[in-house]
């Protein structure tokens, strides 16, 4: 089995950034994408971005150039960087991982709150 566990989200202002990590422990060798979604209230949760075993990236329209998924395989652990910040990217931010087998695995989630 695969365990996520997100951190780094917080408060932070309009315009500023944040970095959001997400450590992957247990049965990591059978990981096929990892990808971060979010929650805003009374709203469905969205892709933001994916990361695949081959290391192609996608991203919500929403998010492209402000945005940047990535991964340290040494750490297990992939990354959110969040630049330019809008209070619409206010949400609850899931860490997902794919295995080889289509079965899915979320992290616990961690609040991002912008402000304008």
């Known amino acids: 089995q695969v365990q996520l566990v997100e951190s780094g989200g917080g408060l932070v202002q309009a315009g500023g950034s944040l970095r959001l990590s997400c450590v992957a422990s247990?049965?990591?060798?059978?990981?096929?994408?990892m990808g971060w979604y979010r929650q805003a209230p009374g709203k469905q949760r969205e892709l933001v971005a994916a990361?695949?075993?081959?290391?192609?990236?996608n991203y919500a329209d929403s998010v492209k150039g402000r945005f940047t998924i990535s991964r340290d395989r040494a750490k297990n652990t992939v990354y959110l960087q969040m630049n330019s910040l809008k209070p619409e990217d206010t949400a609850v931010y899931y860490c997902?991982?794919?295995?080889?087998?289509?079965?899915?695995?979320w992290g616990q989630g961690t609040l991002v709150t912008v402000s304008s």
């Open positions: 997902n991982a794919k295995t080889f087998r289509n079965l899915e695995i």
């Open positions: 247990g049965s990591i060798f059978s990981i096929n994408a």
């Open positions: 990361l695949t075993h081959g290391e192609s990236t």
